[in-house]
Structures are given as C-alpha cells and as structure tokens.
C-alpha cells in the first residue's frame, strides 16, 4: 500500500499544482507519522505479549522439571527415615511392605522403581551374602571387579521389570561410583551422570538418584559421615519415561532437549514431528542444576506457537490508519484544487466585472452545485469506512472477550468510528453552506412566536429562557433561510453557554421601514472582539477543551444567508458579558440592498 503513494518529485508536483497549504501538507505528514507510529507500537507490543508467552511455557517446563526431581527426592528420604526407623536396615520382606505402602507406580509416575545399595567394606562380604541369600537363595553380586568399595543392590521394588537390577554392584561402573560416594560424603541427595540401566532393553539414556543413610547419630562432618556410611536409598530412571510422566508433548507448544556434559540424554526436537518448525520464533537454552548435575536444557517453539501467537492487530491498525489517510489527502487536494479552479475563475471574470455578472452568478452556482456534489459524493466511502469498521468489531467480538485480548485494538477501533462520524458532519456542514439561498419561491408566512416555541423545544428552554420581542409578529420573504439562521445563533447561544440551565437569550425583531432589525441576544460567556470576524468564516470555532465539537459551518452560514439579500452581520460582545447578533432581513417584495463593504 506505500508503494502507490506518489514519489518525491511527484509529491512537490501535487503541492504546488493544487496549491495544497503548507500547514496541510505538515498535518498530513503528521497524521501519516502518527499511523506508522501507532503501527509500530501494536507491533513491538505483540512481539512482546509473544516473547512473554514462550517464556512462561520455557519457565513452566523447567519448573516441571525440577518439581519432579523434587518429588522424587521426597520418596528417597522416605525410604531413608523407613531404614532409620528399622533400627538401620531392613529386610528383604519389610522393604517389599514399605515400597508397597509407598506405591511408587501410581504417586510417583515416570520412576523406574526404588531400592535400598548396602555399603559393603572390607571383610564384610561373606557375611553380606549370607543374609541376602537367607532372603532368596539365587541372590548373587555382579559383576566382579578391582575396586575396594563395594555397593550391591539389595533389593528394588516393583522386581518384576527390575530383576536385572538385584545384586548389581554400582561401584563397578566409574559414573555409578562417583555420583554414589559423593552421596554418602556430603549427606545430600545425587544424580549420577547419563548411563545405560542394566534393566532398560532399549538401551536409552538413564540415571541413578541417591540418597544416604548411616549407622550413627553424627553424621555432621564428612569423616563421620565416611565411617558411619551404610548404604544407599535409590531410584533409577529412563529419562525419556521420566519425561513422558512429566508433560504431554500434546499439551506443550515448545519442544526441548537435555544434554548432560554435552552428551545428549533427551531429544524433542524431531524432524518427523508434526509441530515441528524448522525455523522456530524463539530458542533459548537454559542450565538447569540437579543433584550435582548441570543439565543444559534447549528450549524451541513449535508450529503450534506460530499459529496460536498470530495477531493481525498491527496490521489492520496500519490498514485502518491508511485508508483514513489516503481519504483525507484526496479530500485535501479536491478542495484544494476546487479552490485553485474557483479563484482562477473569478480572475478572469473581474476584468469585466459588469458585463459578465450574469456569468459570474452562474459560475458561482456551479461551483455551489460542484461543492455540494463532491461533498455528497464523499459520503459514500466514508459511510463505506464506517461500515468496515464495525464489520472489524464484530468479526474480533470473540477476540475482545478473551482474557488476552489487548484493549488498545478495541479503542483504535473507535477512534476511527469517531473520526468517521466527525468526517459525516462536516460533509453535511459543507453540503449545508453550498446549497444556502436555495429556498422556494413561494415562501409561508413565519409566525415568529411559533418560530420561538418550536425553538424552546428543540433546545429545551423553558418559556422565560427565550423571549420574543419586537413589533414585528410574522415574516415573509425567505422564511426558511430566516428560521436556519435565527436556529443557528440560538443554538450557539445554548451549546456555548457556561451553563445552560441559567441561560437567557432575547429575540428582538423591530420594523425598519423596508427591512426588518433583528437582534439575538444572550447571556454567555462573550467573545472577545479580536475574534468577532474569525468566527464568521468556514470551519473556524472557538471550542474550548471539553465543550461540545463543532463543525465551524453555523456562523458561516449565517453570515451567507443574511449577504445573499445585501445586509451584513454585526456582533457585538466582549468577554464574560455575553453576545449580541445583529442583521436585517428583507420584507417581502423589497429590492435587495446594497451589500455593506
């Protein structure tokens, strides 16, 4: 659409053949800059609204993330306190009870099981294996190996899907090893590194989660904890069951992956997937510390964030904001060319100013007639504007009861509603002043006091706040041009008044012989003298803020009618001591005047 604005060049071309007032052209590059401006806002506000949204389902996946471990570090402590509370170990039967009780399946989802490593030393074996297998004679220890620490797997519940587990020894394995000692020497909770579990038949990356416990009341410094170290409460885990328990994907509109060291442990981000998006809006990696581990999580946006974070509000703000513009150019450069059209006419008549007023009179109604035309015509495509503005409103009703719904959308909405409302007003203002004078020939009688309660009414005035006086009780020539503007100065009268409750306006219509005097008098806040002729032209108004809007046509108006029979208005008033209206009106049958210079 800014392409088919014209270029520099033809710009200057348009300004200076149309004659287009300076103080137009810098409005319209104002309004133009105002609509890129509003244009950018919604944008940068939109992209902001979309940012916070992938942040919050980044935050939340994490959060998930480190609640679950949380949860799962919960049930190792309880498996401690239930060792504690059997006097420092268990047996066989009594852990089989207490994960029963515990119901790792259904509380704690994505767990593997959860089992009880004995800190074998040395010396200790032999009578370590002739407890286990008092419990189940086919108890044996695996695999064999160099190291002086031994820490077997005594037993894990649910043993159906973790046979494979019984009599593993953990210290075997350097990763296993590492996490587990650094369990027992600091007291805390631990991860291991990725390894492969013995009872995964897939072969995906896992791990193992400890926690501690000892034979002796201090455990408070690391060598106490060294020599009173018994064993192990444990939990394995496949992290792609760990995460399928954590958040359906179905629910998530980002995909991530988690790499441990640089070695990747879990990965979304699938080609194949149906919301996969090749090139997502938002990425971002996070590190994310567990146990002792630091997990680095990539976090990217799929096809369904693109799609549920797609607002056009920018977009018809800057096409509402455009079309506005483009009508009001075209409606700048038509006056401004019916006004080049009209003052190069009256140049060219003016030499000869007596023999052609015949011509010069029908000119003047053509363009009158061209005038009210234009304005006519322009009605169409700004109730055209309106009309689109309000299919807008209704299409996006949905959108404006949603709970994310930006109220700046709605509200520039009714500004352009307003500013279409305001444009109706003055078209039908111009069309108004160009077909003033056009009246019938054969004019009623005006009974002026009916004139004046049919003004009561319009205005709501009570019978003391308009007078009539005067010794004139009916006019008869032009009468609706006398009513239009008698209704204009009342009407200013009450729609200018400080307050209108207290106003008080006079009508005064006295016999001058071949015309009559007329007066419209009342008690407002006055115009100050500096402003008695601006008030009288085209579009001009003294509107302060927070009075009505005003198409500054009425007084124009006014002044038209009453030099259309040769007589001109006056005002008299001043500052805070109200405003006196007066012009004289023909009688029926009396030659024109000769119009005041």
Known sequence: ???????????????????????????????????????VYASAQTDTRIENAFKAARDQAAGLISARMEKYEDALWAGVSAVQSHGGDMTYRQWKAFARALRVDQRYPGINGIGIIHHVGPGQYDTYLRTRRSERPEFSVY???DNSVRLPISFIEPEDMNAAAVG????HESNRRKAALASSTTGEARITAPIVLVQDESSTPGFLFYAPFYSGSDTAGRHEREQSFDGLVYAPFVVRKLMAGLLSKELRNVRFSISDQGQLIYNEHDPE?????????????VELEVYGRTWTIDFRTTLGFRQAHSYSQPTLILIGGLVIEALVISLLFMMARSSQRARAYAARVTTDLQEKSVKLEKANEELEQFVYITSHDLKTPVRSIGTLTEMIQEDLEDYFRSADADPEVAANLARISERVDRMNELTQGVMEYARTGEH????????LGRMAETLRSDFGLAGSQLELHGNVAQIAADTFNFARVVENLVGNAVKYHPSPDTAKITVRVEDAGLRYDVSVRDNGAGIAPEYHR??????????CPGQPESTGIGLAIVKKSVER?????????DTGKGADFRFSWPKAGAAPQAQAA
């Open 1 to 39: 659409m800014m392409k088919s604005f014209p270029g520099t060049g033809s710009w200057h071309r348009l300004l200076r053949d149309s004659h287009l007032p300076l103080v137009h052209a810098l409005v319209i590059g104002l309004s133009l800059m105002m609509t890129l401006g509003a244009y």
């Open 143 to 145: 695999p064999a190996h």
């Open 168 to 171: 593993l020894d953990v210290a």
């Open 273 to 285: 997937d149906p919301q996969h998006d090749p090139a997502p809006k938002f990425t971002e990696t």
């Open 440 to 447: 019938s020939s054969e004019d009623k009688p005006l009974c």
């Open 534 to 543: 601006k008030i009288f032209e085209v579009f001009q108004t003294l509107r």
């Open 565 to 573: 029979h040769g007589f001109e208005v006056t005002l008299h008033s």
